[in-house]
């Protein structure tokens, strides 16, 4: 077995590795950019290497860099993790020139599967199912539109080396094509070093479903179930979950084996996943089709360790030492339910603008598993703490959060608990999205598409919609919460005159609706009607726990000027609470307007200025693109929000814009 592994990666997944090769014995190196300095990996680690400064094409992409610090650190093997160098045929083969061992498949099948175009012609050589598509060299925009029309809109173009969500346009007329190939093109070069573009016929009502495939040196090679990862947004995962709701047996199975197919057609060994599209409306279970392999660890793995018991990483290690798998395909058993929820640094208030900066506060929920193994647990697979900094240059995945239960149902559940108990201050966050999501009908029923994003949420997200009792529950936080202010408040010495009671009675209005709450010790009613509630709450406290029968909610909670804020099941609720003989009053009120700023394009999110596509004096129509900003690798299109003319430019291609930025004004 090996003695050292240096992890060629950051943030979550350097930490995962690591905490598996300590519980193996293996001494752990981390490699680390500048930004990275004092990050948790690196202090996790027994050793550290600096790279280089924070961009990744000058630190963690850099090969040469890593090799040479697995040799100055004496590390006899290095595990890629996922992303930056795992893909690549030529780290692999440096590895094995340097006499350190890769923890991933030969060099040959990562140069097979890599490539998007030539995999395809190999699956289906293999005999795997493949979606209709052309492979061939695309000179430009022109043939691109020709090739598209002649595969027949919804086509989708792809950058031949990508992944992750990068690289990937979805077009459904010719106009789309022309606007997104170049983008296309440009991304795939920027992310991976490679500007081809293959075309494929966009499967409509698909799901998106891959197999967990385990080899060994030795010929052996396991499936290891599957994975529905169809929740995604512009592409990038959101929520994976296993098993699927609408995979058979039978279905599985097929699956199973074709991947295996596949794996075996090019020696394939390590752990990798078969990526399928899979027809949501084909209830034969054949409509399956292969997308892409990846020869690396997946960041959803986890759910596939959850249903199975194993530790992929381990398994990894093993195989690259030479070990046998120590169990075959008929061992293999899955058991209960896993979902995984990507807590990005991102804002969903604002079209899920990145986010990045200081992390003010970090405080997931308690992990762990119980001694009962039928009782749902929590995982939170993270590579961040409270005071780190989310930063421009990498990934904005904050962690990755972990359910297991008996049944999907339980594990969606504690999910939502879990979200409710996952407290982030600083950066954007998308913890109610994901509880909203968690709580929609159409998620639990397990009747999804990767179009479920933008098919339920077509103009954005406000916010998960509230029951009236969890409304009327918050308001009696609120309420409640107030009274301990109050009570506290009348007890600080040196005050004038007698110490008067706190109120007993508030009027608490949320969502423009006014609840009358009277608290007292005996009892709490609102709206005339007794709430049977244990709530513990001491000011300053920032999660109110209560308890109605066996429920129990987690109520995030900060004061406002005139109230609180309340944060539960996928929304914030804005209270403001007043003592009742003082709320008729309030009517009188101003309310301050916010000044109009829609004759200005700000910059959304902190990130480079790639293109600017109008000057002063030009006219321009509501929906025009009028400049792109790059932020986090992917690139995001402005355009007009009406129609105007270009006053003045702000800002010009190149520079590095900060969130509000004025780019241009319109008059």
């Known amino acids: 077995m090996f003695k050292k592994i240096l992890v060629a990666n950051r943030g979550e997944i350097a930490c995962r590795v690591m905490r598996t090769a300590k519980r193996m014995g293996i001494a752990t190196v981390a490699v680390y950019s500048d930004a990275d300095a004092r990050s948790p990996h690196v202090l996790m680690a027994d050793e550290s290497v600096r790279l280089g400064p924070a961009p990744a094409n000058e630190s963690y992409l850099v090969a040469e860099l890593i090799l040479l610090a697995a040799k100055e650190a004496g590390a006899d093997c290095i595990h890629p993790g996922y992303g930056f160098l795992s893909e690549r045929e030529s780290f692999a083969r440096a590895c094995a020139e340097a006499g350190i061992a890769f923890v991933g498949p030969p060099p040959n099948a990562i140069a097979a599967m890599g490539d998007k175009i030539e995999s395809k012609k190999l699956a289906q050589a293999a005999g795997v199912n493949v979606v209709p598509g052309f492979l061939g060299e695309i000179d430009g925009t022109e043939h691109a539109v020709r090739i598209a029309g002649e595969i027949g809109y919804p086509v989708m173009m792809k950058a031949s080396?990508?992944?992750?969500?990068?690289?990937?346009?979805?077009?459904?007329?010719?106009?789309?094509?022309?606007?997104?190939?170049?983008?296309?093109?440009?991304?795939?070069?920027?992310?991976?070093?490679?500007?081809?573009?293959?075309?494929?016929?966009?499967?409509?009502?698909?799901?998106?479903?891959e197999i967990q495939l385990l080899g060994d040196r030795h010929g052996n090679i396991v499936y290891l179930g599957e994975r529905e990862c169809s929740i995604q947004r512009r592409h990038q995962k959101v929520v994976e979950e296993a098993p699927s709701p609408f995979v058979t047996p039978e279905m599985r199975r097929a699956m199973g084996e074709q991947a295996v197919a596949l794996a075996r057609a090019v020696g394939y060994y390590s752990a990798g996943t078969v990526e399928l599209i899979v027809s949501g409306a084909d209830t034969t279970g054949q409509g399956f089709y292969f997308l892409e392999m990846n020869t690396r660890l997946q960041v959803e793995h986890p759910v596939t360790e959850a249903i199975t018991g194993l530790d992929l990483v381990e398994q990894m290690i093993r195989v690259a030492a030479g070990e046998p798998l120590s169990f075959g395909q008929d061992e293999v058993r899955l058991n209960g339910w896993a979902v995984e929820n990507r807590v990005y640094a991102e804002d969903p208030y604002r079209g899920f603008l990145p986010s990045t900066g200081r992390l003010v506060r970090y405080n997931p929920p308690v992990t762990g598993k119980p001694l009962d193994p039928a009782t749902p647990y929590v995982r939170v697979d993270d590579g961040v703490l409270e005071g780190g900094e989310v930063s421009m240059f990498y990934d904005p995945m904050i962690a990755k959060l972990i359910t297991w239960a008996p049944t999907r149902t339980e594990a969606i559940d504690a999910q939502v608990a879990a979200l409710d108990a996952f407290e982030i201050e600083g950066p954007g966050n998308n913890l109610d999205f994901l509880s909203a999501l968690m709580q929609h009908p159409r998620f639990r029923s397990g009747a999804i598409t990767t179009g479920f994003i933008a098919e339920e949420y077509p103009d954005g997200f406000t916010g998960a919609p509230a029951s009236a009792e969890l409304v009327r529950t918050l308001a009696a936080v609120a309420a409640f919460a107030a009274t301990a202010h109050a009570d506290r408040a009348r007890r600080v010495d040196g005050q004038l005159g007698q110490r008067l009671r706190p109120p007993a009675d508030w009027v608490v209005r949320i969502g423009g609706v006014d609840h009358g709450v009277s608290v007292s010790t005996e009892r709490l009613t609102i709206d005339g009607e007794e709430l049977d509630l244990a709530i513990e709450y001491t000011p300053g406290d920032r999660m109110v726990e209560v308890e109605q029968g066996e429920e129990t909610l987690t109520v995030r909670i900060a004061p406002t000027r005139t109230g609180f804020r309340l944060t539960a099941r996928g929304a914030s609720h804005v209270a403001r609470v007043l003592p009742a003989r003082v709320a008729p009053y309030a009517r009188h009120l101003l309310e301050k307007v916010p000044p109009d700023l829609s004759r200005f394009l700000l910059a959304p999110m902190p990130g480079l200025l790639v293109r600017l596509d109008v000057g002063v004096g030009d006219r321009v129509e509501a929906g025009q693109p009028l400049a792109v900003v790059e932020a986090m690798k992917m690139e995001n299109i402005l355009r007009a929000g009406k129609s105007g003319r270009v006053k003045s430019v702000e800002a010009k291609a190149g520079e590095s814009l900060a969130v509000d930025a004025v780019i241009l004004e319109l008059e």
């Open 161 to 209: 080396a990508g992944g992750g969500g990068k690289g990937m346009r979805l077009a459904w007329s010719e106009q789309d094509v022309r606007e997104g190939f170049e983008a296309t093109k440009r991304e795939g070069l920027a992310s991976f070093g490679d500007d081809r573009v293959f075309i494929e016929k966009f499967i409509e009502s698909p799901r998106h479903i």
